[in-house]
């Protein structure tokens, strides 16, 4: 039996009987999937520079993989080199409206290790 992708179009309103718990529960198997893995299959990674460079880039992009106006958009801020926040946003337009998913701030201490972090959904 091959494994079951996430879909975010099914179940749909119009959806019934048996088929609907099934579709859920291979949809939450999917998400925990992607949870463990540390990253959502189907949507590819991509980066760009910005005011960044190659080592740290300003964006980072995981576009859907057949829909290229999906995207969700990680902009990281640096200071000394390490990434002291990380704000994600979310389009279904490319951009052209966004909302934001929350912003994940990290703190480090003297030796460079990571002493907190925290979340904001601003």
Same mark, same amino acid.
Request: net charge negative; glycine share 6%.
């Given at each position: ?5 996430f ?6 309103? @119009?959806? @019934? ?5 099934? @579709?859920?529960?291979?949809? +939450? $198997?999917? +998400?925990r ?8 299959? *189907?949507?590819? +990674? ?11 880039? $300003?964006? *980072? ?18 200071? /000394?080199g &390490?990434? @002291? ?7 279904? !337009?490319?951009?052209?409206?966004? +909302? *934001?998913?929350?912003? &994940?701030?990290?703190?480090? !201490?003297? /030796? ?11």
């Amino acid at each position: 039996m091959p494994y079951t992708h996430f879909d975010e179009d099914d179940p749909v309103g @119009t959806s @019934t009987g048996p088929s609907v718990v099934a @579709t859920i529960e291979a949809n +939450l $198997q999917a +998400l925990r999937d992607a949870c463990i893995m540390g990253f959502f299959p *189907r949507y590819n +990674l991509s980066q760009t520079v910005g005011t960044g460079s190659a080592e740290a880039p $300003q964006y *980072r992009y995981l576009t859907h993989y057949s829909n290229s106006s999906k995207k969700i958009r990680v902009e990281y801020t640096y200071s /000394s080199g &390490k990434v @002291t926040a990380a704000a994600y946003d979310y389009t279904e !337009d490319n951009f052209s409206t966004t +909302l *934001r998913i929350g912003t &994940k701030t990290i703190t480090y !201490d003297g /030796s460079n290790n990571v002493t907190a972090s925290s979340w904001s959904d601003s």
